[in-house]
């Protein structure tokens, strides 16, 4: 055991099963807090402190503050606001649906990351590949159900959120990325820092909110208000949960091969099931159970694909690192 743990391959793939761990604890903590206070005085309080656990610890351990001053601002603006766009997205689409089901809508974001990289980049996506694509959107259209009853268009927003996401990955992709780990983690942080407390100021009085009956357009649009009972602990514990998953992933990336650890970050899909049952007791029906295995299946029949053609498309930057 000990010499498995000091292969870098190995502990690097550990890594990224710990991020999505703390990932999908994080998620069903916000999903907890979701029926009483705004999404934006969440992620607030989560950015305020992964920035003091991501400048206190982090920053330090790579490099030191001098890695802050950027010469890629404008690099890390864009990416700041896709990743802000894909968490809002995501939460507010978690306040009406199952984590399970919402969580495996937004694990598409490889196969749109796989899909876009042939206008944007000219990679060459083949036959096998454009499949994995196609069955990954047909697992999302058997959880959403559209034309039915069971359809809610809350279901959408875990749409938006992986497209958002993908794109992120294809500007950075694109335009490269030279920078710390712990330097994105702060622009991402400092990004939500910012757009949530300009929310907060703007509409945080919940005036938006007075008629509203939908319970996701309620997460968005209901007042500030300071946290009772053991919320705010809950609160601190998403914020340190945010800092320490964005780490753990940086370093498992930086340790394996993308190719080897990408797969592992699907933990976080079963995670985010068991989550919604024990949790909320949200059992999948047998047809959100067929569309989630797809989603499943696709994502890593693509990054298996990509291994054994010596391409990265999907797997480079699967998901969020820094959400």
Not at 14 to 37: E, P, R, W
Not at 197 to 215: K, Q
């Given at each position: 055991?000990?010499?498995?743990?000091?292969?870098p391959?190995?502990?690097?793939?550990?890594?990224?099963?710990?991020?999505?761990?703390?990932?999908?604890?994080?998620?069903?903590?916000?999903?907890?807090?979701?029926?009483?206070?705004?999404?934006h005085?969440?992620?607030?309080?989560?950015?305020c402190?992964?920035?003091t656990?991501?400048?206190?610890?982090?920053?330090?351990l790579e490099?030191?503050?001098?890695n802050?001053?950027?010469?890629?601002?404008?690099?890390?603006?864009?990416?700041?606001?896709?990743?802000?766009?894909?968490?809002?997205?995501?939460?507010?689409?978690?306040?009406?649906?199952?984590?399970?089901?919402?969580?495996?809508?937004?694990?598409?974001?490889?196969?749109?990351?796989?899909?876009?990289s042939?206008?944007?980049?000219?990679?060459?996506?083949?036959?096998?590949r454009?499949?994995?694509?196609?069955?990954?959107?047909?697992?999302?259209?058997?959880?959403?159900?559209?034309?039915t009853?069971?359809?809610?268009?809350?279901?959408?927003?875990?749409?938006?959120?992986?497209?958002?996401?993908?794109?992120?990955?294809i500007?950075?992709?694109?335009l490269?990325?030279?920078?710390?780990?712990?330097?994105?983690?702060f622009?991402?942080?400092?990004?939500?820092?910012?757009?949530?407390?300009?929310?907060?100021?703007?509409?945080?009085?919940?005036?938006?909110?007075e008629?509203?009956?939908?319970?996701?357009?309620?997460?968005?649009?209901?007042?500030?208000?300071?946290?009772?009972?053991?919320?705010?602990?809950?609160?601190?514990?998403?914020?340190?949960?945010?800092?320490?998953?964005?780490?753990?992933?940086?370093?498992?990336?930086?340790?394996?091969?993308a190719?080897?650890?990408?797969?592992?970050?699907?933990?976080?899909?079963?995670?985010?099931?068991?989550?919604?049952?024990?949790?909320?007791?949200?059992?999948?029906?047998?047809?959100?159970?067929?569309?989630?295995?797809l989603?499943?299946?696709?994502?890593?029949?693509?990054?298996w694909?990509?291994?054994?053609?010596?391409?990265?498309?999907?797997?480079?930057?699967?998901?969020?690192?820094?959400?």
């Amino acid at each position: 055991m000990t010499a498995l743990l000091r292969n870098p391959a190995t502990l690097g793939i550990l890594c990224v099963v710990a991020a999505g761990v703390t990932f999908s604890t994080a998620d069903m903590m916000i999903k907890a807090l979701s029926d009483g206070y705004p999404l934006h005085q969440i992620v607030f309080t989560r950015a305020c402190v992964a920035l003091t656990v991501i400048l206190l610890i982090f920053v330090p351990l790579e490099g030191g503050y001098r890695n802050l001053l950027s010469k890629r601002m404008p690099l890390h603006l864009l990416r700041g606001l896709c990743v802000f766009i894909a968490n809002m997205a995501f939460f507010t689409g978690i306040a009406t649906m199952s984590l399970g089901e919402a969580t495996a809508i937004f694990f598409v974001a490889p196969l749109f990351i796989t899909a876009l990289s042939v206008p944007f980049l000219g990679e060459k996506v083949g036959l096998r590949r454009w499949m994995a694509v196609f069955a990954g959107l047909i697992g999302v259209v058997i959880i959403i159900r559209p034309g039915t009853a069971a359809f809610q268009y809350a279901a959408l927003a875990p749409i938006v959120a992986a497209l958002a996401y993908a794109s992120m990955q294809i500007i950075a992709r694109k335009l490269g990325v030279t920078e710390k780990a712990s330097t994105m983690a702060f622009y991402i942080q400092a990004t939500f820092l910012v757009v949530c407390s300009t929310i907060g100021l703007s509409i945080g009085d919940g005036r938006l909110a007075e008629g509203v009956e939908d319970p996701s357009l309620i997460f968005l649009l209901r007042a500030w208000t300071w946290p009772v009972g053991n919320d705010m602990w809950i609160m601190l514990a998403v914020g340190s949960l945010s800092a320490c998953g964005a780490y753990l992933i940086s370093q498992g990336y930086r340790l394996a091969e993308a190719t080897a650890a990408a797969p592992f970050e699907y933990v976080a899909l079963p995670l985010a099931i068991f989550w919604s049952i024990v949790v909320f007791g949200d059992w999948p029906d047998l047809q959100a159970v067929l569309g989630i295995v797809l989603i499943l299946g696709s994502g890593l029949y693509a990054f298996w694909r990509e291994n054994i053609r010596g391409t990265d498309i999907a797997a480079k930057h699967p998901l969020p690192r820094n959400r």
